[in-house]
């Protein structure tokens, strides 16, 4: 098997770009995971608890509808590019499949389609915000 050095380049930057500890990536049979040692107790505190603090604060009333997760880690955005009519707002009705923002992971632009119909019930994040790996992006009805 060949590594792909500039791939775990790309990794590792993306730790240092969302201040993670650990990543994986997988493509077919294919999975890389990388990791750096934490600076300390406090860091680790500080860079964990403040984003799962913020995601229960925001789904602690959500407890019931469809979740569209996060497919990959990276940056997401509500609209094709600044300025442009958001892919969906509230209320909206969806369809299965229909893009409802994308997630922007080492430069590539991943749309995210809705997992089912709906209506668009709640926006758990903001445009422009880093998201996780399984992360509840939309709630739907």
Known sequence: MKIDKKLIK??????????LTELEYQE??????????ARGIEKIKT?????????VLNSSDDSEGVR???????????????????????GDKIK????????????????VPSTADGEV??????DGQ???FGQTLILLK
């Open 47 to 55: 860079s964990t608890v403040a984003p799962q603090n913020k995601a």
């Open 121 to 126: 019930k709640k926006i758990l994040i903001e």
């Open 10 to 19: 790309e990794l590792v930057e993306n730790l240092k770009e969302f201040d």
């Open 96 to 111: 299965k499949g229909q893009t409802v923002m994308i997630v922007e992971a080492m430069k590539t632009m991943n749309h």
């Open 68 to 90: 569209v997760k996060s497919p990959i880690i990276g940056t997401a955005y509500l609209a094709p590019e600044p300025g442009a009519k958001k892919f969906v707002e509230v």
């Open 28 to 37: 077919g049979q294919t999975k890389i995971k990388v990791s750096r040692a």
């Open 130 to 132: 880093p998201v996780e």
